[in-house]
């Protein structure tokens, strides 16, 4: 996978126009599990990534804790609305969830919206190997 670091992105022209665009933040939490739920899932590679002209930018790369979470992963947002009368603003992000052992790359598109936190659940699979 191609990409270059969102610090590396903030030397880039392309960063002041995404921030004009997007001047708030917004944050992600991510739960991951497996078995139904019954299960939280540590040690889950979790990678945030946002297509911006011609580049892939990692926003953010983590780890799940013990109870399979990773919380306030802060992501920049368009401003939050202050008419109720008017759509809210959003912009999309990738999602991949990494796990050896289960099955597949989850992969999710996720809009965040300013001064919002947005909640991500990820049912992995455990992988299952016939038996010879």
């Known amino acids: 996978m191609d990409y270059i670091t969102f610090d590396e992105f903030r030397l880039l022209k392309e960063y002041d126009d995404f921030l004009k665009e997007n001047p708030d933040t917004g944050s992600l939490k991510v739960k991951v599990f497996t078995a139904g739920g019954a299960i939280p899932l540590a040690n889950t590679n979790i990678l945030i990534l946002k297509q911006i002209g011609n580049y892939n ?14 919380e306030d992963i802060v992501l920049p947002a368009p401003k939050s609305v202050s008419n109720n009368m008017d759509l809210p603003k959003y912009t999309f992000y990738e999602m991949s969830a990494i796990h050896v052992g289960y099955q597949d790359i989850k992969q999710y598109t996720i809009a965040i919206f300013g001064n919002t936190k947005v909640i991500q659940y990820v049912r992995m699979v455990p992988e299952v190997k016939p038996y010879v």
């Open 57 to 70: 930018v990692l926003f953010y790369n983590g780890i799940t804790d013990s109870m399979g979470t990773l």
